[in-house]
């Protein structure tokens, strides 16, 4: 684990001196975009810790350093179409929409109506892009009218979801927790997937 920090600054160092963190572009959205707008008051003393931390409902932002290895695996550029499945205080899809850019658009999903709300408090303490946005989950996991370069999800499955692989572009790739792993799948074409697991994490379920 790594070492408590007092300031967004000595997180995102630590988080680089770790090897967790290594892109420029991604050190810059951790830079831009403050974790502490996105933590509870309660949980102030530990807003840069390298720990996850309650939200309510049973629901938490994770972990920092965890954050980074997604988005270090993610691959997400400027531009790109994102979908951020658990959206949660509206952390990762800030840190989405800094990636983007004004060329890209990210849309948040969240299934609990106080962190929808919760979420769109604490990204519109930023300056982000209009073409990101937290919106009410629907029926079905993800967007599945849509398409995607880009998809993360932020909260544990029980097994691989394979209709969010239709919701991808081809080229397009899915970061996503299963049991205690963190997968990456890759759309190679349009029958093709490509995964990779990393082992060792823990998250909240994902509830479909």
Known sequence: MLSY????????????VSGVLRNDSIIE????????????????DHTYADVPLSIGNDQTISQPSTVAFMLEHLGVQKGDKV????????????????????????????????????GR???????????????????????????????????GADEIPKDLFTQLYVGGTLVIPIRDSIYKFKKVSESEVSEEAFYGFRFVPLVY
């Open 5 to 16: 920090s007092n300031s967004m600054e000595s997180l995102i160092n630590s988080m680089i």
């Open 29 to 44: 959205a951790f830079t831009a975009v403050d974790r502490k707008y996105f933590v509870a008051k309660l949980y102030d």
């Open 83 to 118: 979908l951020d499945i658990g959206s949660g205080s509206g952390w990762t899809t800030a840190l989405l929409c800094h990636l983007v850019g004004e060329e890209g658009s990210v849309t948040g999903l969240e299934r609990i109506d106080e962190l929808v709300e919760q």
């Open 121 to 155: 408090v604490n990204i519109s303490k930023l300056d982000l892009s209009t073409h990101c946005y937290i919106s009410k989950a629907g029926k079905y996991l993800g967007s599945p009218s849509e398409q995607f370069d880009r998809i993360l999800v932020s909260a």
